[in-house]
């Protein structure tokens, strides 16, 4: 058990629609980062945010959002849904900022029909 | 650009030793880190060199030539459970904005089958 819970697990949803994807942290980690699985795939830097606030971003659609909120919890939604979206969505978090481990969620499994 | 390659599957026989590559070409570096993940589960953090040299954790030794640009993985004494995809990432690297000090661009994973 990493520490980080993402929910839900599962979603199933149709296209066009919206979904929001929820991630708690490692007790005492300011930061949060979100990656995309597609099937067979590496993991596809999303956002990463820090105490709140965006630190960086890389490849991520526009119809795709996500905030950290003050009690260091964070968001990613999904608007405008595509069956390209399905995918795996990770979050982690960070302990210390000078080492390359990140700590993940187990995932939410989102499959767009 | 930016780039990490890694070979796409390796198989090994229980208690055989296997290397897995990875090079990369990426605008920033701070370090590689090597993850293992299970059939969809959480990847999980193996190891990380920010120096050139070896890393040795148990079983597991990481490698890291920074003027290569290379850097392995080793896995010695395989077992069955060692099954798994096997994910190289660079600190530093990939594309996006913002702060490169925390991100982690990820390769798209080296499948390890261990047979009996």
């Known amino acids: 058990d990493s520490g980080v819970t993402q929910t839900p697990k599962h979603l199933i949803t149709a296209t066009g629609q919206r979904v929001t994807l929820r991630c708690s942290p490692r007790s005492g980690d300011l930061s949060v980062y979100w990656y995309q699985q597609s099937l067979d795939q590496g993991l596809q830097f999303l956002i990463q945010?820090?105490?709140?606030?965006?630190?960086a971003k890389g490849n991520i659609l526009e119809r795709f959002s996500a905030q950290q909120f003050p009690d260091l919890h964070s968001e990613l939604n999904l608007s405008s849904l595509e069956l390209g979206d399905s995918a795996l969505y990770f979050c982690?978090?960070?302990?210390?900022?000078?080492?390359?481990?990140?700590?993940f969620g187990e995932g939410s499994r989102l499959t767009v029909l | 650009g930016q780039s990490l390659e890694q070979p796409s599957e390796v198989t090994a026989v229980e208690g055989a030793i296997v290397q897995i590559n990875c090079t990369y070409q990426?605008?920033?570096?701070?370090?590689l880190s090597w993850y293992q993940q299970h059939d969809g589960g959480a990847p999980t953090f193996l190891s990380y060199?920010?120096?050139?040299g070896l890393e040795e954790t148990g079983r597991f030794s990481s490698f890291l030539s920074r003027s290569d640009s290379y850097g392995y993985l080793l896995l010695q004494e395989l077992q069955m459970k060692d099954s798994a995809s096997y994910f190289c990432?660079?600190?530093?690297?990939?594309?996006?904005?913002?702060?490169?000090?925390?991100?982690?661009?990820f390769g798209r994973g080296t499948q390890l089958t261990v047979w009996p």
């Open positions: 990426t605008s920033g570096f701070y370090g």
């Open positions: 990432a660079v600190r530093g690297g990939g594309p996006g904005r913002g702060s490169t000090l925390g991100r982690l661009y």
């Open positions: 982690a978090s960070r302990t210390d900022a000078n080492t390359g481990e990140l700590f």
């Open positions: 945010y820090y105490n709140g606030e965006e630190r």
């Open positions: 060199n920010a120096l050139d």
